[in-house]
């Protein structure tokens, strides 16, 4: 191993004393390629015509006899010292190559810089004119692009992978949250798979501000949950949506796919938050028009009055047209069965005609 080291030494100290190795900055003449090309065949040539002529006995003769007698019979030292000219112009032909090749790299180093600074203006008069997150308190548009672009700079323009993380996490959030809705509402006094929501949307809320400097309003959980639930689904999903803005404003760095399925997610989640919304203030709205009933007649009685009966085919019709034009679908023995006491479901049931218990479609 030492004597490696010592032999790798000792060359580039003969490197070094004939003028190291070729490099494009330096002269064509400084490089030591150049200088064995033109010493080297003339050196052989010099050293094989005076070991001949020594060991021959021959003597300098300057006549046209010498010289004729010099080529005849030195054709082999002349050849190689002929050898410095081919040798020298390959040399020259390789420096320039090395010299072509290094201003394509600084060319393109030139191109990448400015095709980075030119995206960069670009992302600032797209953040002027469109403002994806306008609604938002955030980072300048210098900020964002930095967060989202990290590596233009080197000439990748494609948004880094955490943005495309956090739609898909974003995605995974959306179904998550229909499942926990399911769970909180399928059924009476479920309601603590709610607690695990806060904990999901800690995660989305660090992303986002990692991205962009948004800060969500992370709010209690307060009755009417639902209000809650869609403050968050919608404040998430207005969030996302301007950063696959930001990331996607000339290559697409999220793609299609992906897009697709998180607004699906949305649209799903969405679409069962109205659903218990629907539900809740149906169910409230029952139990005021029976506890109107109640107080009118002065004591609880199963069945309404004529007036509060029409009331509440009003409220049912209502909240049937609403629904429709919402694409919610719920059959209204769910609410009946979930979202309001057993008691008051039985007198519900009671003042209505069989065909309202049916009249809205179940979802399923």
Not at 29 to 36: E, G
Not at 195 to 215: M, Q, R, W
Request: aromatic share 10%; proline share 4%.
């Amino acid at each position: 191993m030492s004597t490696s080291n010592g032999f790798k030494a000792k060359a580039k100290t003969v490197l070094h004393l004939i003028g190291g190795p070729m490099e494009p900055e330096k002269s064509f003449a400084s490089t030591w390629a150049f200088r064995l090309s033109v010493s080297i065949p003339p050196a052989i040539a010099v050293f094989l015509v005076v070991t001949s002529s020594i060991v021959s006995g021959l003597k300098p003769c300057l006549s046209a006899e010498g010289f004729q007698f010099f080529y005849d019979h030195f054709k082999l030292p002349i050849g190689i010292f002929s050898l410095a000219i081919p040798l020298g112009a390959l040399v020259a032909a390789h420096h320039r190559s090395l010299q072509t090749s290094k201003q394509i790299e600084k060319q393109e180093a030139q191109n990448i810089f400015g095709n980075h600074l030119e995206h960069k203006k670009s992302f600032r008069e797209f953040m002027e004119e469109i403002k994806p997150l306008d609604r938002f308190e955030c980072w300048n548009s210098w900020q964002i692009y930095e967060a989202l672009f990290p590596n233009a700079s080197e000439g990748r323009l494609d948004a880094k992978e955490d943005a495309k993380d956090l739609i898909l996490a974003a995605t995974g959030f959306y179904k998550n949250l229909e499942a926990i809705i399911n769970r909180a509402y399928d059924g009476r006094s479920n309601l603590s798979a709610i607690d695990d929501i806060p904990f999901l949307t800690a995660s989305i809320h660090t992303n986002i501000y990692n991205l962009s400097g948004i800060e969500l309003s992370l709010k209690p959980i307060n009755p009417p949950e639902y209000i809650y639930f869609k403050e968050i689904s919608d404040e998430i999903h207005e969030a996302c949506n301007g950063l696959i803005s930001c990331a996607n404003f000339q290559n697409r760095s999220i793609n299609s796919e992906i897009v697709r399925a998180f607004e699906k997610s949305y649209t799903i989640a969405s679409t069962k938050i109205r659903e218990i919304k629907f539900r809740k203030e149906a169910a409230f709205e029952i139990q005021e028009i029976f506890k109107l009933d109640s107080e009118m007649q002065g004591e609880e009685n199963e069945k309404l009055t004529n007036e509060n009966r029409k009331r509440l085919y009003k409220l049912l019709d209502r909240l049937f047209k609403n629904m429709m034009k919402s694409r919610v679908k719920i059959r209204l023995s769910k609410i009946l069965e979930v979202d309001i006491d057993e008691n008051l479901a039985s007198s519900v049931k009671k003042n209505l005609p069989k065909k309202y218990l049916e009249l809205l479609p179940d979802s399923n």
